[in-house]
């Protein structure tokens, strides 16, 4: 929702707030409003208050987003699984459900989830990206390469999908094609970004390659990328 629209839609939602018809409804669009805005405090509490008296879908998965852009993995994973199963068609919670088995490395369980998110909206991109990202962390280079570009057909100059897919192609071994047309400040992260990956699929030595590259590459000092690199260094020189 824009920034615009949902301005006129919080100043309807309030003039409603009080009719019991449309309470809900308004309290409803007022939290997504919040949310949306940066008030995640003011979000939060509405969604607490329109869960006190019932299992409202969408204030469930509201209230698992809302903790999941904290930073709270587990605490906002009840909050989707029971969205999910209050609304199981809704896209986005299998989507929020997805990114929160991401965040606790439960990578089977969030390819399932964004799965089901891309049989339910199948034309959008953003489970597809999410569904790619997740079989990258997994591993599965090749299907990750697949879903981003189902994201980018369905979604064509996607940022986020674009840069995916180049990272996908890294972790392939596929420099050149991954680092064609990259300028020389976007190619320091995206290799620090393919050493993270490598790194968490446990090939410690093609990430410390990766890592090292990147301080290569960078033409200042990349603070995250020597710290990476040193980690990774430590970690395959022990006996």
Known sequence: MGQANCETATAIAALRIHEAETAREAQLIMAACEFAG???????????????DGNDARALRGMGT???AGGDAETAMPYLERAVVAA???????????????E?????EAIN????????APTSATPWNNLGLAYLQDGQSDAAVSAFTQALRREPGLPAAEANLRLAFLVRGETSRALRDVSEDERPILLNNAGVIARSQGDLRRAESLFQ???????VFYEQAYSNWQEVRAANNQP
């Open 38 to 52: 940066g008030d995640v405090a003011s979000a939060r509490s509405r969604y607490e208050f329109l869960l006190a």
């Open 66 to 68: 809302v903790l999941l």
């Open 88 to 102: 199981p068609a809704d896209w986005r919670a299998w989507n929020a459900l997805g990114i929160s088995w991401m």
């Open 104 to 108: 606790l490395d439960q990578r089977t």
């Open 113 to 120: 989830a964004f799965r089901r998110a891309t049989e339910i």
């Open 213 to 219: 590259r990147a301080l290569e590459a960078s033409p």
